[in-house]
């Protein structure tokens, strides 16, 4: 099965998230916004935006394409054509995966790419709304049906997270923990090992470079616990898998991923 271009989502709908009616004290504060900040999409400056849509306009938002299904059970690869059965892609097909499956819910490409780098290495905290409510759109019924315990964000080393002065998958994870009315376990896992960065590395260098770099700080907290790693991009699952793995060696009983991204 080859992969599939994700299904590109309705314009009509592209602020699903932000349907409704909109809260009183949204607008209010929004009004109050406005008397200080253009009302400007923050990517192509020139169409209107708003604080609850992350400063991303209508057209820009339009490019965002959403992880529909068929999809690998395992990782969630989107593929091309139609599945009938549970299947799992060629690349976790024999793998002994630390987690149950993995979801995301729009693709890594474009105007995400770009908002989510602003995001996490330019502080751009404005778009977090834009990031937060596709993760809560796609993920939080699943997660409150599911008979899920707690919500992990995947841990930054220390350094980084000191250099960066936030961990973008705490600040994500507290919105579908919000969403859920599950508890963030920001104290479960603990990132032991400074790693160079994952951009330009192969899938065996990525699984190289985060082994034995994530640790369960007690143990009994997490036995028996069924946990849902959140992070903002899942590219090939080195990462949320070094992590998911130090999950399943503390005794997690059950463990799934959902980032706001998928890389393809």
Not at 49 to 75: E, F, K, S
Not at 82 to 98: K, M, Q
Request: proline share 6%; hydrophobic share 45%.
């Amino acid at each position: 099965m080859k992969q599939a271009p994700a299904g590109l989502q309705d314009p009509d709908g592209a602020d699903g998230f932000a349907r409704g009616r909109t809260p009183r004290w949204v607008r209010w504060w929004e009004a109050w916004l406005g008397l200080f900040f253009p009302r400007v999409c923050q990517i192509c400056l020139r169409e209107p935006a708003l604080p609850r849509w992350g400063w991303v306009g209508r057209r820009c938002r339009r490019h965002v394409r959403i992880v529909r299904p068929p999809w690998c059970d395992r990782c969630g690869l989107p593929i091309v054509g139609e599945a009938t059965v549970r299947f799992e892609c060629s690349n976790c097909r024999g793998l002994d995966l630390p987690f149950l499956f993995a979801r995301a819910a729009v693709v890594a490409e474009g105007v995400v790419l770009e908002v989510i780098h602003r995001y996490k290495y330019q502080g751009a905290l404005w778009f977090e709304p834009f990031l937060a409510g596709w993760l809560v759109h796609a993920a939080a019924a699943s997660v409150r049906e599911g008979g899920w315990d707690a919500i992990v964000p995947v841990p930054l080393h220390p350094v980084r997270e000191r250099e960066r002065e936030f961990n973008q998958a705490v600040r994500l994870g507290r919105h579908l923990a919000r969403a859920t009315g599950l508890p963030l376990e920001t104290d479960w896992v603990r990132r032991v090992r400074a790693t160079q960065t994952q951009t330009l590395l192969s899938r065996e260098e990525r699984i190289r470079n985060v082994r034995n770099a994530f640790q369960v700080r007690t143990a009994s907290e997490v036995r028996g616990r069924r946990v849902v790693l959140v992070d903002d991009v899942f590219t090939t699952g080195a990462t949320t898998g070094a992590c998911a793995e130090a999950l399943r060696k503390a005794g997690a009983a059950d463990i799934c991923v959902w980032t706001v991204a998928r890389g393809l």
